[in-house]
């Protein structure tokens, strides 16, 4: 961090590219200990990957 | 949330970045849009469905699949034949909302964070280029998602086992392995995907599963990497189901002759040339970076590999190249998803640190609707029943049973959705509660495990109390289990709904208050784990306590040479430990043991035994980073003969630079020893990457060297795979051997004589090695009391065990208890540091809480009723009943119980009642199933 920069306060922002389940997981976590999060995601909806999986190993739950 | 949306650049420094993003339009206003689906149903155009991997169409206006958050259409300009051709606006015509907007412009956005977390993922490795496998030219030759689809219910055969070319269900299937994946030949793609053979073992249960006959399923493999908890057992489950597993390179696919099958050749492991007839080949394909990431990383200044996964180092397994933005998943390197939601809770904790003086500067509360007293109110009950797509409504007559719902007692108002569960029915849902005035809801659809808390939101933001709600599980109870008897499935849908229903009448509103959280962690076990949780804490602005059994702090790490992509790891220790204990809000207490736990989440006091007093600690999260230890065996002369090694054992020559390295002339690896048998059933997952790691650090001290290395599978997973590329180059010698077939070590001076048979010469060799190196298993301290301390689960080979394998890696089901490390599961440097800033991360969740919420669905004894015997106290698995003394009965800690009802069962007085499962509302369900 920049010293000469210390008079602009320190952004309690983030944001996350991607809302596939990393970005999902990393975003939550990031909201529930306090801080605002822009997620950006490419398509028109979350879910990515793993939303297109039947059945997920050990549980087979559905990965909705 | 930013949707169909791209980050453009960046700029500025570590906490205080501008971002540019550009936003595209979606033609539909998100406001307006009820999703209705009338436009996607009007829409002339068809276009292929990404979601289906192709396999199915979709329209020019659409939403990528029916759980999509969130759940708004979207226009394709590209495919929209009024964008293409200048006429049609058919969406526009039928939209009952108005929701459609043709005039909808690209937007620039500039916004101000702190930090950015790259998580884009990845795409599977598209075949259509390698013609021996026949991708683009047969039908019936499928990647692995797109088999994914075929099995799934919402998919292109509506989960009905079936070949694309002519919709038959198919008898035989092969599995093709390392499609896109350790090839140099056919791809560029050197690595490892990791997780395509744990797929591909998935693939074949589940499609047996689906299947009608007794399908035969063959999976054609190099090694078989299933180094995950649990994983081996499945591959042997999978074994014992008569899953054919070749170890095989295929050679080629041809259309069979005279029909959509398909032709497969190969060469088995003795050389001989096979040709087999399959239905189907699934080609289980790899995981590669998408060329839009590749350069917006170039953009960006983020160096890539030359895979182009970020390239990051051991010690930070989140960072990139540039700082104040980190990232995590499939982008730093082909992974699972357990690794995925681990790396990704790493990089919040990582991402954060930076900032944590801003925390809550930010954020916005969410507004509650102001709770309605119902309490006076008659019982009027609105009953939901979806058809979750086709899982329910594919079996029971979802119609008939919401006819049947509306002549229930109390029921005022019925509905039938395709997904309750979905974003627009949980708002309409909200609605129907107000407009209708209903003040119990029954939802008849899945389970509550996994939806109860969305649908009680939605009470919530109804104005009702949460605990109003009772679910029906019509699917896993029901559709799921007599898929073959529908009409028997429609009348238990109907006993389920009826005992919901007499239940929910009765149910009354639950408060929960609000107690007060110490902001401050205990850490148990001072390894690289351990240390990394307590400092990535610290730095976050908590307090820590880290307690560590023994006199010095890094654990298993002081034992190791090099990590795999060469670090030092001697060094790396040191500065950790140096750092840890200068940290002003770090307490260490070296050679201490916990002596016991009280409290729950937010709440703990804990007594440490120090080495010369003991001290009572509060805390509000525990983190369990307690180790593992490597496996000493009692064979292959281990322990008799001086030139017997486990690895730890070699790393110590190494770092004490030995003489007698040099002077060696043969040096012999065994792999597995003590993994992947009866007594650890189990792979260590890291002793391949090891031994491979040690071979070539032989070589490259003493190229003449000859090295050997014995193995079953050679897991060297992922970014690993180069490794061992490098070491066979080296001329270092892989030579496989079964379980049932053991090299044998016989004493021979200051050598072994290492005999073993070579599968592929089909011929018995010895070796007079100058050291054998015993890869040996990593084993679990089996610490039965510290997981009593914490009431946290330990699995059959003493890993602690998550609350979710998939979706909660590091959360224990105690909640504000945490794990990391080789506690949960052995794994290298890389992933125990991941996991402790994972862990560190969910912790802060608790942490940055001022108070936390308990009661709800607790026990409650009626001191009037209770007698005072007792056994509610000896059957609670949670500690939470004690005894006053002076009155002489049981009392609940609201706190620790988690309404399991034990204590309400066991109570000979009635006096235990676990509210919202109380004997009224149980004998009212009882009834009601009884009813019919």
Known sequence: MNHTQQSEPIQGTVMVIGGGIAGIQSALDMANSGFYVYMVEKSPGIGGVMAQLDKTFPTNDCSM | ?932
Not at chain 2, 22 to 49: N, Y
Not at chain 2, 840 to 863: F, K
């Open chain 2, 1 to 932: 949330m930013l949707t169909l949306s791209e980050v453009t650049d960046i700029s500025g420094e570590e906490g205080n970045l501008q971002v540019k993003v550009l936003q595209h339009p979606r033609f539909v206003d998100m406001d307006k849009c009820i999703a209705c689906g009338t436009c996607a149903e009007k829409c002339p155009k068809k276009v292929e469905d990404q979601y289906n991997a192709g396999l199915m169409k979709r329209k020019a206006i659409y939403v990528p699949y029916s759980q999509t958050v969130p759940l708004k259409y979207a226009i394709d300009k590209d495919n929209c034949i009024y964008f293409q051709k200048g006429k049609c606006r058919a969406c526009e015509k039928f939209c009952p909302a108005g929701a459609i907007n043709f005039e909808d412009t690209e937007k620039e956005l500039d916004l101000k964070v702190g930090s950015v977390i790259m998580a884009p993922g990845f795409t599977s490795f598209d075949p259509s280029s390698q013609d021996t496998y026949g991708y683009a030219a047969l039908p019936n030759v499928v990647t692995s998602l797109e088999f994914e689809r075929i099995l799934s219910a919402t998919g292109p055969f509506m989960g009905h086992l079936s070949r694309p070319s002519d919709k038959s269900e198919p008898k035989k299937i092969a599995w093709f392995q390392c499609v896109g994946s350790r090839d140099m030949n056919r791809c560029d793609n050197g690595y490892c995907s990791s997780v395509c053979c744990m797929y591909a073992v998935k693939q074949t249960l589940i499609a047996k599963e689906h299947s009608d006959v007794d399908l035969d399923c063959t999976v054609f493999f190099m090694d078989m990497r299933t180094h995950g908890k649990d994983f081996d057992r499945y591959y042997e489950h999978a074994q014992e189901e008569g899953i054919r597993f070749i170890r095989s390179r295929v050679h080629s696919a041809e259309p069979g002759p005279g029909t959509d099958d398909v032709l497969v050749t190969y060469v088995d492991e003795r050389g001989h040339q096979e040709r087999e007839i399959f239905h189907m080949v699934v080609l289980s394909t790899g995981l590669e970076i998408d060329e839009h990431v590749v350069a917006l990383s170039q953009r960006l200044g983020i160096e890539l590999d030359p895979y182009h996964f970020v390239r990051s180092d051991t010690f930070h397994p989140v960072a990139t190249s540039v700082s104040g933005i980190y990232a995590c998943g499939a982008f730093t390197g082909p992974k699972d998803i357990p690794q995925s939601v681990m790396e990704a809770s790493a990089a919040a904790c990582a991402a954060t640190q930076p900032l944590a003086v801003s925390r809550n500067t930010q954020t916005k509360t969410v507004e509650i609707p102001p709770e309605k007293d119902v309490t006076r109110e008659p019982p009027k009950i609105g009953v939901f029943v979806c058809n979750c797509g086709i899982n329910i409504g594919g079996v029971i007559r979802v119609p008939e049973v919401a006819e049947f719902a509306g002549t229930l007692p109390n029921v005022v108002y019925v509905e039938e959705n395709l997904f309750t569960c979905s974003q627009d029915t949980q708002d309409k849902m909200t609605a129907v509660i107000q407009e209708q005035g209903l003040n119990r809801v029954v939802v008849a659809a899945c389970t509550p495990r996994t939806h109860e808390e969305l649908f009680q939101e939605t009470l919530i933001n109804a104005g009702l109390n949460k605990y109003l709600f009772e679910m029906a599980n019509i699917r896993n109870h029901d559709s799921w289990v007599h898929a073959n008897d529908p009409d028997a499935a429609t009348q238990k849908a109907k006993d389920l709904v009826r005992m919901a229903v007499a239940k929910a009448g009765l149910l009354s509103p639950l408060h929960q208050t609000d107690l007060p959280v110490h902001q401050s962690a205990l850490v148990v076990g001072a390894g690289v784990a351990g240390m990394t949780a307590a400092l990535s804490l610290a730095q976050q602005g908590y307090p820590v306590h880290l307690v560590e059994k023994s006199g010095t702090f890094g654990g298993n790490a002081l034992q190791l040479h090099r990590a795999y992509q060469g670090e030092d790891v001697s060094a790396y220790v040191k500065k950790l430990t140096d750092e840890v204990s200068a940290h002003d809000r770090i307490t260490v207490y070296p050679e201490s043991t916990i002596q016991g736990v009280d409290g729950f989440i937010g709440n703990f006091t804990t007594e440490i035994q120090t080495a010369d007093t003991t001290k009572t600690i509060a805390h509000g999260v525990a983190i369990l980073a307690t180790g593992a230890r490597e496996y000493k065996p009692d064979e292959y002369l281990y322990g008799t003969h001086k030139a017997v090694l486990t690895h730890s054992e070699m790393d110590h020559l190494f770092m004490n630079d030995d003489p007698r390295l040099k002077a060696a002339q043969n040096v012999v690896f065994i792999q597995c020893v003590g993994s992947r048998d009866e007594t650890h059933p189990y792979c260590s997952k890291v002793c391949c990457t090891h031994s491979v790691e040690s071979a070539l650090e032989l070589k490259r001290r003493n190229p003449d060297i000859n090295v050997y290395v014995l193995y079953r599978d050679m897991r060297t997973y992922g970014k690993r795979e180069d490794l061992y590329r490098e070491a066979r180059k080296a001329g270092i010698l892989f030579v496989r051997y079964a379980l049932q077939e053991k090299p044998k070590i016989s004493d021979s001076g200051d050598q072994v004589r290492v005999v073993f048979r070579d599968p592929i010469l089909d011929r018995e060799l010895a070796v007079e090695a100058d050291f054998l190196c015993l890869a040996t298993a990593i084993v679990s301290y089996h610490d039965q009391t510290l997981a009593q301390f914490f009431k946290v689960p330990m699995d059959a080979d003493g890993w602690f065990l998550e609350a979710h394998q998939k979706l909660r890696p590091v959360d224990f089901a105690n909640d504000g208890v945490f794990l990391c490390g080789m506690n949960h599961y052995p794994k290298p440097l890389d992933e125990s540091i991941a996991q402790a800033q994972a862990a560190a991360s969910r912790a802060l969740t608790v942490l940055a809480m001022d108070t936390i919420n308990v009661g709800g669905v607790v026990c409650h004894i009626d001191p009037d009723l209770c007698a005072g015997c007792l056994a509610c106290m000896n059957v609670c698995p949670y500690g939470a009943i004690s005894e006053d003394k002076e009155k002489n009965v049981a009392e609940v800690n609201e706190a620790l119980c988690k309404g399991c009802g034990a204590c309400a069962a066991t109570c000979p007085c009635e006096a235990a009642i676990l509210m919202g499962f109380n004997n009224q509302e149980i004998y009212a369900q009882i009834k009601g199933a009884l009813a019919a």
